[in-house]
């Protein structure tokens, strides 16, 4: 700062000045990243870009939300070390950027926490009937980007304060860290007592999104104030598009809330199965992919060839006779438009679907949406069938007519019937709450996928937890659909996304960090990612639902969360501040580009070699080139070594190294093969050599690395990528 200016915000207010006599600074932001948001022409951003002491100037992003059980099938109800008895798990704090909360909730009831954390140093925006309490320590709201894309907020449509108009926030800030609620449902589904990964955990709600979406200003103005509010995790079911560290707000703010001791979670979207669909992909962030529980909500459909096929929905409403077969047609044969099997608004001709239960095909408009379409054509009934892009993957939803989803393959014989039979008929059934699904867990088709498309060296998303149907706290603004046409309310809701998988992930960081205070957000994250599961009881491995095959570590990552082990991973990889700043001198990144993006000063040493393959993490990409020639080439085989440093979080135990490979064509060697730690918090280093032949490009090769003591396994995968 010049010495002419008596603090920070007088040197911001003198540099927006020169360039605009009218704007306003709508943030300062202070502790995640040095500098502040306006709205500007054009013109008058190049001209600040060009003012000393100014880093960079980047246009406003818009982000979009990624939008019970769970505690058993974690293994949460067995473990009594995750809930420590001293008071370190109470003092806990997770944040949450999301729709904001309701605060009436009962997974928000306080009953048992003692006092404040003394950490907390943070607010609640009470009034318009918003409290909070021992539980709920912290609510707070950022609009100010939003109000200076959109205009004011309309607050007949959404509330200007912290309360969730939409239910989203709510949710996974219930499933982070609520309360234990007994006797919870939807409707009667998934009934049981419904509490987070970290029920101790106290809450503090930051909203930043709005009926417009989330804008990058107030995300990271919501990011600089929870970490000044004196948080511990931060938990963002938020993404957008790809772009460069430094220019990816989520990025740049979650670079200063880790350095500053927070662990962050993102979800990793819900673009799948496509490959390089993952967001939120910086290495000092924990990102989350989404699987499924071994619960499920059967329900059928019985065609009038006599078939009994099965399905998925929480419809409970007024059932369908289940003797009496109605009749029965696609969509698209029954519409005007070429998108009429959508059952897009407006598509359908109810002289075609009156009295009927109408096959509608999922894609485009939301899914309950399109039972709101068939019932207002006249239909009393939907099958929603997937595609091609969903395979077999079943979301069950609460509809507000008869409905049941079915797999692609159940969705083509119901059609193949329909085409075949002058007089299709059929009718809907609905079984209730199933437990004991197997296999479970599988990855979600919409789960986001690697390799990571910024930086295939760090393979994301980094693990997979929960996201499919999964039961959480509601608001009272809306119903179970969101829809305005849905007049129900409720207190539990049951939805899907990777944005579900997050908080999952939120709450258990919240839970080691209640047991291991001092461990960091990088030892966090290794022991969750070292301590996961890649297959089922039986070694075969996680099937992906989208395809029906084993999937890959480029949809899970690490692998599915196993809490009760990562509270005892044995050894960690930590990282620090200096390890990401020796990663971002690998990427080339320039002195101000390294300054812009972490708020610190340094500089790349002239003649050191950085690797990107070096940086020390939980696990192991290594994408290489496909030598020129017919199928692959032959040429020389490339070496690559990569550098890898483990810390005994233990007793003393010597570990010793194996490793398991699908393919010969890459040798792996591992020096040294052991490792003797005769203490606590004693570190050890250990390198990989790759020597891989030449493979056809978009060949994608998988192994994994094991280091052991008898006791404790500590996995890596690794992925090997050709193009």
Same mark, same amino acid.
């Given at each position: 700062?010049?010495?002419?200016?008596?603090?920070?915000?007088?040197?911001?207010?003198?540099?927006?000045?020169?360039?605009?006599?009218?704007?306003?600074?709508?943030?300062?932001?202070?502790?995640?990243?040095?500098?502040?948001?306006?709205?500007?022409?054009?013109?008058?951003?190049?001209?600040?870009?060009?003012?000393?002491?100014?880093?960079?100037?980047?246009?406003?992003?818009?982000?979009?939300?990624?939008?019970?059980?769970?505690?058993?099938?974690?293994?949460?109800?067995?473990?009594?070390?995750?809930?420590?008895?001293?008071?370190?798990?109470?003092?806990?704090?997770?944040?949450?950027?999301?729709?904001?909360?309701?605060?009436?909730?009962?997974?928000?009831?306080?009953?048992?926490?003692?006092?404040?954390?003394?950490?907390?140093?943070?607010?609640?925006?009470?009034?318009?009937?918003?409290?909070?309490?021992?539980?709920?320590?912290?609510?707070?709201?950022?609009?100010?980007?939003?109000?200076?894309?959109?205009?004011?907020?309309?607050?007949?449509?959404?509330?200007?304060?912290?309360?969730?108009?939409?239910?989203?926030?709510?949710?996974?800030?219930?499933?982070?860290?609520?309360?234990?609620?007994?006797?919870?449902?939807?409707?009667?589904?998934?009934?049981?007592?419904?509490?987070?990964?970290?029920?101790?955990?106290?809450?503090?709600?930051?909203?930043?999104?709005?009926?417009?979406?989330?804008?990058?200003?107030?995300?990271?103005?919501?990011?600089?104030?929870?970490?000044?509010?004196?948080?511990?995790?931060?938990?963002?079911?938020?993404?957008?598009?790809?772009?460069?560290?430094?220019?990816?707000?989520?990025?740049?703010?979650?670079?200063?809330?880790?350095?500053?001791?927070?662990?962050?979670?993102?979800?990793?979207?819900?673009?799948?199965?496509?490959?390089?669909?993952?967001?939120?992909?910086?290495?000092?962030?924990?990102?989350?992919?989404?699987?499924?529980?071994?619960?499920?909500?059967?329900?059928?459909?019985?065609?009038?060839?006599?078939?009994?096929?099965?399905?998925?929905?929480?419809?409970?409403?007024?059932?369908?006779?289940?003797?009496?077969?109605?009749?029965?047609?696609?969509?698209?044969?029954?519409?005007?438009?070429?998108?009429?099997?959508?059952?897009?608004?407006?598509?359908?001709?109810?002289?075609?679907?009156?009295?009927?239960?109408?096959?509608?095909?999922?894609?485009?408009?939301?899914?309950?949406?399109?039972?709101?379409?068939?019932?207002?054509?006249?239909?009393?009934?939907?099958?929603?069938?997937?595609?091609?892009?969903?395979?077999?993957?079943?979301?069950?939803?609460?509809?507000?007519?008869?409905?049941?989803?079915?797999?692609?393959?159940?969705?083509?014989?119901?059609?193949?019937?329909?085409?075949?039979?002058?007089?299709?008929?059929?009718?809907?059934?609905?079984?209730?709450?199933?437990?004991?699904?197997?296999?479970?867990?599988?990855?979600?088709?919409?789960?986001?996928?690697?390799?990571?498309?910024?930086?295939?060296?760090?393979?994301?998303?980094?693990?997979?937890?929960?996201?499919?149907?999964?039961?959480?706290?509601?608001?009272?603004?809306?119903?179970?659909?969101?829809?305005?046409?849905?007049?129900?309310?409720?207190?539990?809701?049951?939805?899907?996304?990777?944005?579900?998988?997050?908080?999952?992930?939120?709450?258990?960081?919240?839970?080691?960090?209640?047991?291991?205070?001092?461990?960091?957000?990088?030892?966090?994250?290794?022991?969750?990612?070292?301590? &996961?599961?890649?297959? %089922? +009881?039986? /070694?075969? $491995?996680?099937?992906?639902? *989208?395809?029906?095959?084993?999937?890959? @570590?480029?949809?899970?990552?690490?692998?599915?969360?196993?809490?009760?082990?990562?509270?005892?991973?044995?050894?960690?990889?930590?990282?620090?501040?200096?390890?990401?700043?020796?990663?971002?001198?690998?990427?080339?990144?320039?002195?101000?580009?390294?300054?812009?993006?972490?708020?610190?000063?340094?500089?790349?040493?002239?003649?050191?070699?950085?690797?990107?393959?070096?940086?020390?993490?939980?696990?192991?990409?290594?994408?290489?080139?496909?030598?020129?020639?017919?199928?692959?080439?032959?040429?020389?085989?490339?070496?690559?070594?990569?550098?890898?440093?483990?810390?005994?979080?233990? &007793?003393?135990?010597? %570990? +010793?190294? /194996?490793? $398991?490979?699908?393919?010969? *064509?890459?040798?792996?060697?591992?020096? @040294?093969?052991?490792?003797?730690?005769?203490?606590?918090?004693?570190?050890?280093?250990?390198?990989?050599?790759?020597?891989?032949?030449?493979?056809?490009?978009?060949?994608?090769?998988?192994?994994?690395?094991?280091?052991?003591?008898?006791?404790?396994?500590?996995?890596?995968?690794?992925?090997?990528?050709?193009?």
């Amino acid at each position: 700062m010049p010495a002419s200016f008596i603090d920070h915000v007088q040197w911001f207010d003198s540099s927006l000045k020169s360039v605009s006599g009218s704007a306003t600074m709508l943030y300062a932001y202070k502790e995640v990243i040095h500098g502040y948001s306006v709205r500007l022409t054009p013109a008058e951003a190049e001209s600040l870009e060009d003012q000393v002491g100014v880093l960079s100037v980047w246009e406003e992003v818009k982000y979009e939300l990624h939008t019970t059980r769970t505690p058993e099938f974690l293994g949460l109800d067995t473990s009594d070390a995750l809930f420590p008895d001293s008071s370190s798990a109470s003092d806990v704090i997770v944040g949450l950027l999301d729709t904001g909360v309701w605060p009436e909730t009962k997974s928000f009831d306080d009953t048992g926490l003692g006092p404040v954390p003394a950490s907390w140093k943070g607010t609640c925006v009470e009034g318009k009937n918003f409290t909070c309490n021992r539980k709920l320590i912290g609510a707070r709201f950022f609009s100010d980007g939003y109000e200076a894309a959109f205009g004011p907020i309309d607050e007949t449509m959404e509330s200007k304060s912290p309360r969730d108009d939409d239910g989203h926030g709510t949710h996974t800030s219930t499933t982070a860290a609520g309360s234990a609620v007994a006797e919870a449902s939807l409707f009667s589904y998934a009934a049981g007592t419904a509490r987070g990964m970290a029920t101790h955990a106290r809450v503090a709600a930051y909203k930043v999104c709005w009926l417009g979406g989330c804008f990058g200003s107030d995300i990271l103005a919501a990011m600089d104030k929870a970490v000044a509010d004196g948080v511990n995790v931060l938990s963002l079911s938020i993404g957008g598009s790809v772009s460069d560290y430094d220019r990816d707000t989520i990025a740049i703010g979650a670079f200063g809330a880790m350095s500053k001791g927070v662990f962050v979670s993102c979800s990793a979207g819900n673009s799948g199965p496509g490959s390089l669909t993952v967001s939120n992909v910086s290495p000092w962030i924990t990102t989350v992919g989404a699987g499924t529980l071994d619960r499920d909500f059967p329900a059928y459909v019985k065609i009038g060839s006599g078939k009994n096929l099965s399905g998925v929905s929480l419809y409970n409403g007024k059932q369908l006779s289940d003797s009496l077969l109605l009749p029965l047609v696609y969509a698209g044969n029954a519409s005007n438009s070429s998108s009429g099997n959508l059952c897009i608004s407006g598509t359908l001709v109810p002289a075609k679907v009156s009295g009927k239960i109408v096959v509608c095909d999922r894609g485009v408009n939301a899914r309950v949406q399109k039972g709101v379409v068939v019932k207002g054509a006249g239909g009393v009934g939907m099958i929603l069938t997937n595609t091609d892009s969903y395979g077999e993957e079943m979301v069950a939803d609460a509809h507000l007519i008869p409905a049941v989803a079915v797999g692609q393959k159940t969705g083509d014989a119901i059609k193949k019937y329909i085409f075949s039979d002058s007089n299709p008929t059929a009718t809907l059934t609905f079984g209730g709450t199933q437990l004991g699904v197997e296999p479970s867990p599988v990855v979600a088709a919409f789960s986001s996928r690697g390799p990571n498309p910024l930086t295939p060296e760090i393979l994301k998303p980094d693990l997979l937890a929960p996201g499919v149907n999964i039961l959480a706290g509601w608001t009272g603004a809306v119903g179970p659909t969101g829809l305005k046409e849905d007049t129900r309310r409720v207190k539990f809701n049951i939805i899907s996304g990777t944005s579900m998988s997050c908080p999952h992930v939120s709450g258990l960081a919240a839970l080691l960090k209640g047991v291991h205070p001092d461990w960091s957000p990088a030892a966090i994250k290794s022991a969750l990612m070292t301590t &996961t599961y890649t297959a %089922y +009881k039986n /070694s075969k $491995t996680i099937q992906d639902v *989208a395809t029906g095959q084993p999937s890959t @570590p480029f949809d899970y990552g690490a692998g599915h969360v196993n809490p009760a082990s990562a509270i005892d991973p044995g050894l960690v990889y930590d990282a620090k501040v200096e390890d990401y700043l020796a990663f971002l001198c690998a990427l080339n990144y320039t002195s101000p580009r390294i300054k812009s993006l972490t708020n610190q000063d340094f500089s790349c040493e002239l003649g050191k070699k950085y690797s990107v393959g070096d940086l020390n993490y939980p696990s192991f990409a290594v994408p290489l080139q496909t030598a020129s020639g017919q199928g692959g080439g032959s040429g020389a085989a490339t070496v690559v070594k990569y550098t890898r440093t483990v810390t005994n979080v233990g &007793t003393p135990a010597t %570990y +010793k190294v /194996s490793v $398991t490979s699908d393919t010969q *064509a890459v040798k792996i060697l591992v020096e @040294p093969e052991s490792l003797a730690f005769s203490k606590s918090n004693e570190k050890k280093t250990y390198t990989v050599t790759f020597t891989a032949s030449s493979m056809p490009s978009g060949t994608n090769i998988f192994a994994h690395l094991e280091w052991s003591d008898g006791k404790h396994i500590v996995g890596s995968p690794i992925a090997f990528s050709w193009t």
